[in-house]
């Protein structure tokens, strides 16, 4: 019978990769447009909303005053080029907040 030998790693499977200067330039970049796109958008409150962008993956968080605004800051991110997807993180906002 032939042996046979198995390696065995203690190190996760996945591995984090730190984003290179290139790589958090352009996620920089697609932010602001997200963000121009979005304060440019009519009927839409920005003033409670944060964006991160990460290899085109746009996230949406905070707050907004009603539902409608939710929708459409979600499509107008979808609607920016680069953006592959859209996170969304919106919730409605708590009288007087």
């Known amino acids: 019978m032939a042996s046979q030998s198995v390696a065995v ?3 996760p499977a996945t591995t984090y990769m ?13 932010r ?5 796109q979005l304060s440019r958008t009519r009927g839409l ?3 409670g909303i944060n ?9 949406l968080l905070g707050t ?3 539902i409608i605004q939710i929708d ?3 499509d107008v991110a979808r609607d920016v080029a680069g953006v592959r997807e859209v996170h969304n993180g919106l ?3 708590v009288n007087g907040k």
């Open 51 to 59: 964006v991160t962008a990460i290899d085109g993956v746009v996230t």
């Open 18 to 30: 730190k984003a290179t200067k290139a790589e958090k330039s352009a996620n920089r970049a697609l």
């Open 32 to 36: 602001k447009v997200v963000m121009r």
């Open 64 to 66: 907004v005053p009603d």
């Open 45 to 47: 409150d920005v003033d």
């Open 72 to 74: 459409l800051a979600v």
């Open 91 to 93: 919730t409605l906002q």
């Open 9 to 11: 790693s203690d190190a």
